[in-house]
Each structure stands twice: as structure tokens, then as C-alpha cells.
């Protein structure tokens, strides 16, 4: 599902050069789900937009489905990127003026239904019953009609998280998911996601800090300064160190 192979990513900054990966390589098979841990500046964030073909790496290449993303147009890579992957920002990036149901719904309007209000009503009301559903599943019936603005910061981030699953993506990149959540909403989104990942078998790679979140994963990557230390399997498996 995801094929990661001598990841590299370095940056200029003045006149230095920061090595934030620094060659990571694994797989992740189809219905995994992969906590990323380590310390804040190890390489968390950079490594999730590299795996979602949100930024190119120095060197290496990130593989979807087959597919290597690094060499791939811009527009095929927005197209495969739609199909494949549901991104949650670990800064949300919800769209200011567009209410809870609407920022949802974006990636619904932009990848299944140009034409919704003409000819595919039916698809575009089953996409607003979904994105309701959604909203409901991580407790925000009542919050559909606000604006970002309106919402709380945990309420952002579950939001993101609806707009993640809209579509049904195969794969769920998630920037820590319950950062800003407190324990029964953290609680409440992790069986959310465990169902997604057992029901819908999403393929899920969280980054994390919440232990209760970690213990549930099946796999645990741990990074530190660009580098996988550890690499277990979770549970049932038996621990695979690097
Ligand atoms: N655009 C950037 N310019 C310079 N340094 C960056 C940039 N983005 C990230 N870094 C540095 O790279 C390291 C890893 O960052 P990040 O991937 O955000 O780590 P994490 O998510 O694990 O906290 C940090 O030391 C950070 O300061
Ligand atoms: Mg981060």
C-alpha cells in the first residue's frame, strides 16, 4: 500500500543544509495501522507530507499503491492523491469560509460531483448525507453551520478528520488526530478511527503523542533525528527491531 524506500529530506536554510530524514525505509500493507512516534523535531510531519506527495523528497521515493509519486505530474499526483489519501493536518486547514458541512464536503464537491446541483443530485445528497454522518460521528451535529472560526480547537480537528474520511480513502494520514482533544472526544475519535480501519479496512498512519492512541495501533514506527529506531509490530505480531 505505502513502499518507502531511502527517504531523504534535506533543507537550505541560510547557509546551512538540515538533514530533517536522513534515509527511512518500510511498508505498510494494505489494512495496517501505524502509529509514528518520537520526540517533537525528529521528522514526524515532514515525513507524513512526503507519503502523501505533499512535498518532494531530497532523494528516495514514497510508492501508492504501486504507483511512485515522486516522478508523477502535478495533476496526476492531485488525482491519485484524491482517490487515495485522506490528510489531516496536524494545523487542520480548514477553509475560513466555508462552514463545518461545507469544509467536509470540499473534497467530495472537487473529486466526485463537479456537477452536483445539475445532473447528479443523487450523488451530491448521499455526499451531504455522508459528511452529516460524519460530523455526527465525532460529535458535531449540532456544530454543521459554523465557520472554523466558531469552532473550538478540538472542534477543528474533528472536523479535518470528517473531511479525511469523506471520500472513503483507502489510506488515512492523520497529524496527531487527539492533540487537541480532551480524553472522552480523544477516546471517542480513536474508536472511531479503529472501526473505520476494521469496517472500511482503511490503512491508517497516525502521528502521535497519546499513548492510549499508540497502544491501539498495530504498529509502532519510532523516529529520532530523521531515522526509524524502532519498528514493532504491535499485539498479536511479534516485535521486529530494526
Ligand atoms: N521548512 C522548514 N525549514 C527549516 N527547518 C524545518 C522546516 N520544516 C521542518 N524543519 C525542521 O525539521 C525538523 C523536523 O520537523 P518536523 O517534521 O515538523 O518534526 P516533528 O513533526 O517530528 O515535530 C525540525 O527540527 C524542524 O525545525
Ligand atoms: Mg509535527
Redesign the pocket.
Known sequence: MIVVRGLRKS?R?GGAT?E?LRGIDFTVERGEFVAIM????????????LLAGLDDPTSGSVALHGTVISNLEEDKLAQLRGKTIGFVF?SYQLIPTLTALENVLLPYELNVSPNAAGADAGGWKAGVARARALLDSVGLSERVDHYPVQLSGGEQQRVALARAFILRPPIVLA?EPTGNLDTVNGKHILELLLELNRVEGTTLVL?THDPALAAQAGRRIT?RD?LVVSDEVQGAGSPVSV
Open positions: 533543507l536554510t538540515v530533517i518520537g520526540a517533537s523535531g525528529s521528522g514526524k510531519s515532514t515525513l507524513l507530507g496536524q497529524d502521528v523516529l530523521g
